[in-house]
């Protein structure tokens, strides 16, 4: 009986710690693959428990008959402890909240300083920006964008911002954080329970897995960039209760931050060295940061698709165009486009005296190099 109590009170400890290791930036965790064990047990995390602690509970009559008490006593404290620290003090949706209120502003009322990065959407003349600062804290922000639910992500470990529909099956469904995988963020949804990758928003485990959401054209730029191209944007304004975590992640977004997961290597091609990543297709290519800082603007090709990359003069805000096959190249002066005799700004609008369509904005990603190379093992290098 006494081998049942220590294999129940050692089964629930190792438990408890498996579940939050596989999930959760532990040593060694995020390079395996191994999310299928994760969410087994995350599934069977209920049955587990009770089988565990009914092993406890049939063989501690035996074990507190002995004399050396204070032994199963403080084991059973460990098992306790550990089993809180789990699923409290280490449970990623019990770390990183959402905002507890949403609070959207005008130009004229914003408090958000213009040197910052924000995420900005557009939908039928709506534009809207959310401050890395902030939506870097709680991982996820849920709001509407003219009438469509969007759900604005961002993971400080793969530098990865990404908006999408929250919708499965064309069914609006709501996410929590769960956890990551290979140093990206996982949110479960709340019908089905599967977990979702934030660099991609593919389910990769549970019912729905291989399901993706629907994503939206965004773009990384400072918010004084965004605003003068976008002059009736809302600004995501900071929540007073998060404050705190906020002033933490002030120094982030300029590669400045002194933790080991989320700093900046400012040699290009390294772990956390930045990139811009842009995908056609199922082909995809990595643009060195540094290179695209002297450069101001590469005409590539990625896939089949020629491809126009620029850099804004803040040195911060970046855009990337589908280019027409019939022109070699783009030409950037003075942060305004030039493609043969036309002239577009750098939304990709036409401004010139001369009809044309707009050129084609595309996603671009700024990510840290592990990250792009990990959700993009074919990818190619610029």
């Not at 809180?84 to 130009?107: G, H, R």
């Not at 996410?175 to 329970?193: I, P, Q």
């Not at 540094?290 to 896939?303: A, D, H, M, P, Q």
Request: aromatic share 12%; hydrophobic share 40%; net charge positive.
């Amino acid at each position: 009986m006494k081998k049942i109590f220590y294999l129940g009170i050692v089964g629930l400890i190792l438990f408890e710690i498996a579940k939050v290791y596989f999930i959760m930036p532990m040593p060694g965790s995020q390079r395996m693959n191994s999310i299928d064990l994760a969410y087994f047990l995350h599934t069977w995390r209920w049955p587990l428990r009770i089988f565990f602690s009914l092993l406890i509970i049939i063989g501690a009559a035996s074990v507190f008959k002995a004399k050396r008490k204070w032994i199963p006593v403080l084991l059973l404290l460990v098992a306790v402890g550990i089993s809180y620290a789990a699923n409290f003090e280490m449970a990623a949706d019990t770390m990183f909240y959402q905002p507890k209120t949403l609070s959207l502003k005008n130009i004229s009322e914003n408090k958000v300083d213009k040197d910052r990065l924000v995420i900005g959407v557009t939908e039928n003349g709506e534009a809207k920006a959310y401050p890395i600062q902030y939506i870097g804290y709680h991982h996820q922000v849920q709001d509407v964008l003219n009438g469509k639910s969007i759900i604005v992500t961002y993971c400080t470990v793969c530098r990865s911002g990404r908006v999408f529909e929250p919708l499965v099956d064309n069914k609006p469904e709501l996410f929590r954080l769960v956890g990551m995988d290979h140093f990206n963020a996982m949110f479960e949804d709340e019908s089905t329970h599967s977990w979702w990758r934030q660099a991609n928003g593919e389910a990769i485990t549970g019912p729905s897995k291989g399901k993706m959401l629907p994503e939206i054209i965004s773009t990384q730029t400072s918010l004084s960039e965004w605003i003068a191209l976008h002059p009736n944007t809302l600004i995501m304004q900071p929540d007073p209760e998060f404050q705190a975590k906020y002033d933490s992640m002030a120094k982030y977004e300029s590669g400045k931050g002194k933790s080991t997961l989320t700093k900046t290597d400012s040699l290009s091609w390294k772990e956390k060295s930045w990139v811009v990543g842009i995908k056609s297709g199922k082909a995809s290519k990595a643009f060195d940061w540094n290179r695209l800082r002297k450069e101001r603007i590469i005409n590539s090709v990625v896939g089949n698709q020629p491809t126009t990359l620029v850099l804004a003069s803040d040195d911060k805000s970046f855009f990337a165009f589908a280019r027409p096959s019939e022109y070699e190249g783009i030409i950037l002066k003075n942060d305004t486009l030039y493609l043969g005799t036309k002239s577009y700004n750098l939304l990709g609008k036409n401004i010139s005296a001369e009809k044309s369509q707009d050129l084609k904005q595309i996603n671009a990603y700024q990510e840290f190099w592990h990250s792009w190379q990990t959700f993009h093992p074919e990818t190619e290098k610029y």
